[in-house]
């Protein structure tokens, strides 16, 4: 393959002189006094400006996903990333990106926001992609092709092989977007990074690891990308007390296991259960946290269910998703109760 990454970023952010913080020039010696960067002296902790590069929280993360702390970049949610990758990327009102429909919404949204075209193509029947139909969508303002693996809101894993060759015949970035891949039994991307210059893994804390609160994702890529990522992202992109907490989980990754272990057994009760009532049509295979249902009535059973108190996700509206409900695995009374709702639906 022929990839060269000058060519493919923006002008502008290859040449872009990146701001130069207080905490990057003041590196690696010992010091007592900080008198740099404009704090107040008092308040200790909450006084000082984070490490705009997270190194300590990135030392701790490398063993747990295999990749050195120089190839990953962390931000806001992923949703940080997202929005990065069209701005390092795309040139507004110029380029175009691929991506696999029905997926994840912010793909779009952050497309929209820069003003770059986007390509969305059908998956199959069987919610798999086709690698010849989406890099026949692509042309030469095609920078990315978005892939979603366990995909959202079908649930699913994308094959593997097809993946493999969308990564190896496109030449511009291909983003995996494996914010889903704990619950799978599908080898992340992740592992594979060095083979591929032009991929882009997208890793979150919101799910597996129980901690949408604190706002924190992944991305992981080859070190000249993530060097692109750190040039363009705000200064101080996570908070101090989003570091910690990740800190904090991590230290108690055992907690987290367990909690996967219950969700996916709790996964095996739910479907079969599901595929019993009358009121559900199809049940869609799933390698996530969450489970696509085609129903009888999509709008009639949502609002059913938010008169009982229960929230799913109605998917009705989304192309090839009619009449379909997106719904989470929740904790085992949580599910019950749902599935003892959806039996007494009229
Ligand atoms: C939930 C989700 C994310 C996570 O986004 P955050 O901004 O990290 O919370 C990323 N990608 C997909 C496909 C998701 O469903």
Sequence with gaps: MNFELGKLVRPNIWALEPYSCARDEFKGMQAHVFLDA????????LNRYPDPLQEKLKERLAPFKHVCPSQMFLGNGSDEAIDLVYRIFCNPGIDNVVAIAPTYGMYKVCADINEV???SVPLNDEWQLDPKTLLSAADINTKVIWICSPNNPTGNDMSREAIHEVLTKFEGIVVIDEAYSDFSTQKPFRDILDNYPNLIVLNTFSKAWASAAIRLGMAFASEEIIGLF????YPYNVNL???EKALAVLDDFMHVEGWLTQIKREREHVLPALQELPIVLKVFPTDANFVLVRVTDANRIYRYLIE?????????????CQDCLRITIGTRQENNELLGAMRFFK
């Design 38 to 45: 404009n704090e107040n002296p008092y308040n200790d902790p």
């Design 117 to 119: 075209e986007y390509r």
């Design 230 to 233: 750190n040039k363009v992202k």
């Design 241 to 243: 007390l989003t570091q």
């Design 308 to 320: 009982q108190g229960i929230v799913v996700r109605n998917r009705h509206r989304v192309q090839l």
